[in-house]
C-alpha cells in the first residue's frame, strides 16, 4: 500500500458543520470563474465549419425548428445553472463534433459509412463504461485501504493527543507551583 498524506481523515475528523460547510461552498463558488468558450481547454480543436450539402443543411434546420423523434436534444442544450458545469461544456462539445463528424460522413459515403460511424461511436461509448467502472472499482478499493490507514492511526493519534494534555496539564501545574513558591518567597523575604 503507498503511503501519502491526505488534507484530511475522513474516517477519524468529525463532520463539519452547516454553517462551515456553506462558507467553504460559498468561498468555491467565489473562486471559480464561469467558463467561456474563450477558456475552453486549448487541446480542444476548433469547431471547423459545416461542409455539409445544402440538403443536409435543410434537413437539420428543419429537424431543429420541427423537432421529431431520434435524439433528445434536450440532453446537449445548455442552462444557466449548467454553464458552471465544465464536464457537461466538454461533453456538448465532444457530441457536436461527433454529429457533425457523422453527418459529414453520410454526405460523402452515404448511408453504410454513417451506421458503421454511428456503431464505432457505440463501440467507444462501451470501452468508456468499461473503463469508468474499473475507475470506480478502484476508486472503491482505495477507499478501502485510505479507510483501514485511518483506522490503524487512530489510536496513534488518541495516544498522542492524550500525552500532549497531559504534557500540557503537568507544564501548566509546575508554573502554578513555581509561581506558589515565588510568592511564598517573596512573603517571607518581605515578613523578615
Excluded at 470501452?127 to 483501514?148: F, K, N, P
Aim: proline content about 3%; glycine content about 4%; overall charge negative.
Amino acid at each position: 500500500m503507498i503511503s501519502s498524506q491526505l488534507d484530511a481523515l475522513s474516517v477519524i475528523d468529525p463532520e463539519i458543520s452547516a454553517e462551515e460547510r456553506a462558507a467553504v461552498a460559498q468561498l468555491i463558488e467565489h473562486e471559480v470563474e464561469s467558463p467561456t468558450t474563450a477558456s475552453l481547454h486549448p487541446d480542444l480543436p476548433a469547431i471547423r465549419p459545416s461542409r455539409l450539402s445544402s440538403e443536409l443543411e435543410d434537413y437539420v434546420a428543419n429537424i431543429s425548428t420541427q423537432g421529431g423523434s431520434g435524439i433528445d436534444a434536450s440532453r446537449y442544450t445548455l442552462t444557466d445553472k449548467d454553464t458552471s458545469n465544465t464536464r457537461k461544456l466538454y461533453l456538448l462539445a465532444f457530441y457536436a463534433q461527433q454529429r457533425r463528424e457523422n453527418l459529414e460522413l453520410l454526405t460523402q459515403y452515404g448511408k453504410n459509412q454513417w451506421l458503421l460511424g454511428n456503431d464505432q461511436f457505440e463501440q467507444d461509448l462501451k470501452a468508456l463504461e468499461l473503463a469508468l467502472q474499473a475507475d470506480g472499482g478502484r476508486v472503491r478499493q482505495l477507499a478501502i485501504e485510505r479507510e483501514t490507514q485511518q483506522n490503524d492511526v487512530r489510536v496513534t493519534f488518541e495516544y498522542l493527543e492524550t500525552k500532549w494534555r497531559e504534557s500540557l496539564k503537568n507544564v501548566v501545574d509546575v508554573n502554578v507551583a513555581c509561581l506558589g513558591l515565588e510568592a511564598a518567597a517573596q512573603t517571607t523575604q518581605e515578613s523578615q
